[in-house]
């Protein structure tokens, strides 16, 4: 008997002995590999920067030595990157105005963080009453999406308490003007627990940035003026170990469903896609 059959003969046993409840088995294994099946797969008007497969389209870090890989349909990192520049993932497409699709989780956060600030609405940060900055120690890693090609416009994914979605390069620039720093400071704090995922849906129109986590407004628009026109979007490194434990919040991230939609910009034009 060839290895075909023999596989029939065991599923036929299989069903057989499930008896009524095989149905309700099968019909649980088939809507599970459905589910996998629509992952990555872009909903009407969007393109999937992410194919589920490979990271074609992204640019590897020289000298990775394999740490941005695909795992189970997603992009997933281990914040080990032996790259000796920029350890972040690139892509190669260059996008003007846009809205993107990310779905993220943290894998886990094994660093205890001793600095995590109590950040206010205003985006500032909690003093007691001598003035000392109020520290949180609170386990945590750390990512983010790079918008139009620098780490300055990060839209952050982490542990802190004021929750991801953050634009943590425009908040703490002193040279940040109050009103701005409080709108990229996020609204509520929308995560999901570590080790679930997550939904950011990101709209950038013009100098604009407005971030939805799973379904909640957290920057609900932020006018950043010095905002470049267009750029790379990437997922950012961060952390990394020495003698053997985290020295940081490490980038311990997997991405999947990464769709983008052009927007037509101001004028009616849409905007320039270039690649390279």
């Given at each position: 008997?060839?290895?075909?059959?023999?596989?029939?003969?065991?599923?036929?046993?299989?069903?057989?002995?499930?008896?009524?409840?095989?149905?309700?088995?099968?019909?649980?294994?088939?809507?599970?590999?459905?589910?996998?099946?629509?992952?990555?797969?872009?909903?009407?008007?969007?393109?999937?920067?992410?194919?589920?497969?490979?990271?074609?389209?992204?640019?590897?870090?020289?000298?990775?030595?394999?740490?941005?890989?695909?795992?189970?349909?997603?992009?997933?990192?281990?914040?080990?990157?032996?790259?000796?520049?920029?350890?972040?993932?690139?892509?190669?497409?260059?996008?003007?105005?846009?809205?993107?699709?990310?779905?993220?989780?943290?894998?886990?956060?094994?660093?205890?963080?001793?600095?995590?600030?109590?950040?206010?609405?205003?985006?500032?940060?909690?003093?007691?009453?001598?003035?000392?900055?109020?520290?949180?120690?609170?386990?945590?890693?750390?990512?983010?999406?790079?918008l139009r090609g620098s780490g300055n416009y990060q839209?952050?994914?982490?542990?802190?308490?004021?929750?991801?979605?953050?634009?943590?390069?425009?908040?703490?620039?002193?040279?940040?003007?109050?009103?701005?720093?409080?709108?990229?400071?996020?609204?509520?704090?929308?995560?999901?627990?570590?080790?679930?995922?997550?939904?950011?849906?990101?709209?950038?129109?013009?100098?604009?940035?407005?971030?939805?986590?799973?379904?909640?407004?957290?920057?609900?628009g932020a006018q950043i003026p010095?905002?470049?026109?267009?750029?790379?979007?990437?997922?950012?490194?961060?952390?990394?170990?020495?003698?053997?434990?985290?020295?940081?919040?490490?980038?311990?991230?997997?991405?999947?469903?990464?769709?983008?939609?052009?927007?037509?910009?101001?004028?009616?034009?849409?905007?320039?896609?270039?690649?390279?």
């Amino acid at each position: 008997m060839d290895d075909a059959a023999t596989f029939t003969r065991t599923i036929k046993i299989w069903v057989r002995s499930l008896g009524r409840h095989a149905t309700a088995v099968l019909l649980v294994l088939s809507l599970s590999t459905a589910a996998r099946a629509a992952d990555n797969e872009p909903p009407p008007g969007f393109t999937a920067l992410f194919n589920g497969r490979d990271l074609s389209g992204w640019k590897v870090p020289e000298g990775d030595g394999g740490h941005w890989k695909v795992v189970d349909g997603a992009i997933d990192y281990d914040a080990q990157s032996e790259a000796r520049g920029d350890k972040s993932l690139w892509l190669e497409r260059e996008f003007g105005d846009f809205e993107l699709h990310v779905d993220w989780r943290i894998k886990e956060a094994p660093y205890t963080n001793p600095n995590v600030p109590y950040i206010l609405p205003d985006g500032t940060h909690a003093r007691d009453i001598h003035g000392k900055e109020l520290k949180l120690a609170l386990p945590d890693a750390d990512s983010g999406i790079y918008l139009r090609g620098s780490g300055n416009y990060q839209v952050n994914i982490w542990c802190w308490p004021i929750g991801s979605g953050e634009m943590y390069g425009i908040r703490t620039n002193p040279s940040t003007a109050a009103e701005l720093r409080a709108a990229v400071t996020p609204r509520m704090q929308a995560d999901n627990p570590v080790g679930q995922w997550n939904r950011f849906e990101i709209t950038v129109r013009g100098n604009t940035v407005r971030t939805v986590l799973n379904g909640k407004v957290v920057i609900p628009g932020a006018q950043i003026p010095d905002l470049p026109a267009r750029g790379h979007l990437a997922l950012q490194h961060h952390g990394g170990k020495r003698n053997g434990q985290w020295a940081g919040p490490p980038s311990l991230l997997q991405y999947k469903n990464i769709f983008i939609k052009e927007l037509p910009a101001e004028g009616g034009r849409r905007s320039v896609v270039r690649t390279g």
